[in-house]
């Protein structure tokens, strides 16, 4: 499977958890970011259990602002 052919939201949720049970965060610590060709931000929740994210939990502010 070719990593950057995920959908941003896979690809966060993929992410943080690598880096979760690595031990590289804490379960609430820190957020991520993906800035798409759109130019459309996709970020994980700041607060929440990053051990446990789902797709659902991801955020998207578009280009153009919305």
């Not at 880096?19 to 700041?46: E, V």
Request: hydrophobic share 35%.
């Amino acid at each position: 499977m070719k990593f950057h052919l995920l959908h941003p939201r896979v690809q966060l949720v993929t992410i943080m958890n690598r880096i979760y049970h690595s031990g590289m965060t804490t379960l609430s610590g820190g957020n991520l970011s993906i800035k798409d060709d759109n130019g459309d931000i996709w970020i994980t929740p700041a607060g929440v259990d990053k051990g446990n994210l789902t797709p659902r939990d991801i955020m998207c502010v578009r280009a153009d602002g919305t």
